[in-house]
C-alpha cells in the first residue's frame, strides 16, 4: 500500500509560530502519532505533502523512510494529493492521511485497506450529530454517489449527518486519473479530494464506506482547545489500558502518560504523576502523587513519595526515595537505598543499603553499602573547569554538613566529623575531622548601646 500524509496545511487557528503538525500530543508532533500508525501498516511508499513551514516539518522527520512533496501554496486537498502522484506505485492501493488526525486506530484502516480491496474506492465515514463543517456523504438507494461539501451543500444536503473523515483508500491509476480532471469550480475555489467520489462513480468503479469504532479516531486539530480535547482523549484511553494491565490508578483521569510506560503486578500510581519516555516499574512500585519520572527504570517493591523528579535513572528492589527528591541523569542507586527529603543525586552510583536522607546533594561519585550521607553533606564535584569524582567505601559514615572536595575517597567504614570539609582522603575505620576548634571565652561582655569603653 502507499500512504499519503497530507500535512501542508497552515493550522491559522492554532495561533502559534509552530507548524500545526508539529504540536505535541502525549509529548510527540502530531504528524509523529499518524507517521507511527502509517508504518504499523508496513507502506511500500510513505509519502508526506507538507507546505506550511515545510523545513521545520522535514527537520523532525529525518527518517529514510519518508518521501516529501511539497505543496505551495495549498489550493485544497486534491491539490495536496496530486503533488505526491509521482512517488506512488501504480501496483499498490493509496491510502490518504491527515498529518493532523492522530489517533485513527490501524486496525481501522487496515478494515478500511480491505474493503478497498484492489479495485474499489473506500472512505472512512462516520455519523455525527452535528454535521456542520463537513463533506457530507451523498447516497442514493443506499449507495454512496458523491461527497458535497458544506459550503457547497444545499438544505437538504446539509441534514445529512453521515460526513466524510477525509480517510480513504482508492486503487492508485484510477486515483491519479481523477486527481488530474478535478476543477476548482466550487464555493472555496479549491481542488477537493473528496470530487473523486463522483468521477469514481461515473467511472463504474464501486465506492464503499467503513466506520471507526469511535469518532475520535478521525477528529482532527485545528485549535488548541481541540489539542487539549485530544489529549485527554488519548491519556483517557492510555490509562484505560494501564488498568485493564492491573495497574492500580488512584484516578485514571489524573495521569499523563507522554511516552511508554511499563508496568509489572501490583503497581501503584497515585494522582498528579507525569511518565516521559521509556519508563519501567517493576512488580509492587509505588508512585505517590505529584512525580515525574521521564526514562527511568524502578526495581520491585520501590516507593516514590511525593514530588519526586526522576530523570535517566536506574533504581533497585525496595528503595525508598522522596519526598522531594531529585534524581539526575546517570543515578544508579541499588536495593535498599533510601534518597530522602530535599536530595539531589547526579551521575552517582550508590550501592545497597545506604542512605542519604535529608539535604544533600551528591554528583559524580561512588557510594559503597551501608553508607550513611548526613543531611547537608554536599560532593564539591566542580572546580569552576572540571568535574572530579568522589569514592566513599562500604560502611563510612558521612557527618552532617560535611563538603566533600573532589577528587577525594573517604575510606571503608571511615567517619568524617560534622562540619568536615575534606581535601584529603579520610583513611579506613578513623574519625576524620577538620573543625575549628570550640572556644570560650570566660570574661567577655556584650556591647552595650551608647556606652563607649
Ligand atoms: C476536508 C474534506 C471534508 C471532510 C473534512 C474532515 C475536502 C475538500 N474536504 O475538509 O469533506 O469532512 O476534511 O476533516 O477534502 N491540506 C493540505 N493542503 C491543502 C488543504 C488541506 O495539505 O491544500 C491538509 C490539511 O493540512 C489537513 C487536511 O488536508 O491535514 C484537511 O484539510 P482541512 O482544510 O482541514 O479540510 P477541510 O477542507 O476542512
Ligand atoms: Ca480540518
Redesign the pocket.
Known amino acids: 500500500m502507499n500512504i499519503v500524509v497530507?500535512?501542508?496545511?497552515m493550522g491559522k487557528r492554532m495561533r502559534s509560530d509552530l507548524p500545526k503538525v508539529l504540536h505535541p500530543l502525549a509529548g510527540r508532533p502530531l504528524l509523529g502519532h499518524v507517521v507511527d500508525t502509517a508504518r504499523s501498516l508496513a507502506p511500500s511508499r510513505l509519502v508526506i505533502?507538507h507546505?506550511h513551514g515545510a523545513e521545520t516539518v522535514r527537520e523532525a522527520f529525518p527518517d529514510h523512510d519518508i518521501r516529501w512533496a511539497l505543496?505551495s501554496p495549498?489550493?485544497?486537498?486534491g491539490?495536496?494529493v496530486q503533488q505526491a502522484v509521482t512517488e506512488l506505485d501504480d501496483a499498490s492501493p493509496t491510502l490518504v492521511l491527515?498529518?493532523?488526525v492522530p489517533l485513527t486506530r490501524a486496525a481501522t484502516l487496515g478494515a478500511l485497506a480491505t474493503a478497498a480491496g484492489t479495485d474499489r474506492l473506500a472512505l472512512l465515514t462516520v455519523h455525527l450529530d452535528d454535521p456542520a463543517?463537513?463533506?457530507r456523504i451523498v447516497r442514493e438507494a443506499g449507495a454512496v454517489r458523491r461527497?458535497v461539501?458544506h459550503k457547497d451543500a444545499s438544505e437538504a444536503e446539509r441534514s445529512i449527518t453521515e460526513?466524510?473523515?477525509?480517510i480513504l483508500v482508492a486503487p492508485t491509476p484510477a486515483l491519479k486519473r481523477w486527481l488530474a480532471g478535478l476543477t476548482n469550480d466550487n464555493a472555496q475555489g479549491?481542488y477537493?479530494?473528496?470530487d473523486i467520489v463522483a468521477a469514481a462513480v461515473a467511472d463504474g468503479v464501486e465506492v464503499v464506506a467503513t466506520h471507526p469504532d469511535h469518532v475520535w479516531e478521525t477528529l482532527?486539530v485545528?485549535s488548541k482547545r481541540q489539542l487539549a480535547e485530544l489529549e485527554r482523549v488519548h491519556q483517557h484511553n492510555l490509562a484505560g489500558d494501564l488498568l485493564d494491565a492491573g495497574v492500580h490508578l488512584m484516578d485514571p483521569a489524573r495521569i499523563d502518560v507522554r511516552g511508554s510506560l511499563r508496568c509489572g503486578r501490583d503497581v501503584v500510581i497515585d494522582v498528579g504523576c507525569v511518565f516521559e519516555g521509556d519508563v519501567e516499574l517493576a512488580d509492587g512500585v509505588r508512585i505517590h502523587a505529584h512525580c515525574v519520572v521521564r526514562d527511568s527504570r524502578l526495581g520491585a517493591g520501590t516507593e516514590v513519595l511525593p514530588f519526586c523528579h526522576l530523570e535517566s535513572a536506574v533504581v533497585g528492589e525496595q528503595a525508598r526515595i522522596g519526598p522531594y527528591a531529585r534524581l539526575r541523569p546517570g543515578t544508579e542507586l541499588a536495593e535498599h537505598t533510601h534518597v530522602g527529603n530535599f536530595v539531589e543525586f547526579k551521575n552517582t552510583r550508590m550501592a545497597a543499603g545506604s542512605k542519604a536522607n535529608h539535604l544533600a546533594y551528591v554528583g559524580d561519585a561512588t557510594v559503597g553499602r551501608n553508607v550513611n550521607i548526613g543531611a547537608g553533606t554536599i560532593t564539591c564535584n566542580y572546580d569552576g573547569a572540571n568535574k572530579h569524582r568522589t569514592v566513599i567505601e562500604d560502611d563510612a559514615f558521612i557527618g552532617s554538613d560535611t563538603q566533600l572536595v573532589a577528587p577525594v575517597t573517604v575510606g571503608r567504614g571511615a567517619t568524617l566529623g560534622a562540619g568536615t570539609t575534606l581535601t584529603a582522603d579520610a583513611p579506613a575505620d578513623k574519625l576524620t575531622i577538620s573543625r575549628a576548634r570550640q572556644l570560650t571565652i570566660e570574661n567577655w561582655q556584650r556591647p552595650v548601646k551608647g556606652k563607649s569603653r
Open positions: 497530507l500535512a501542508a496545511g505533502v507546505g505543496q495549498p489550493r485544497g486537498t491539490h495536496a491527515y498529518g493532523d463543517g463537513y463533506g461527497i461539501e460526513v466524510n473523515t477525509g479549491e477537493y479530494l473528496t482532527g485545528n
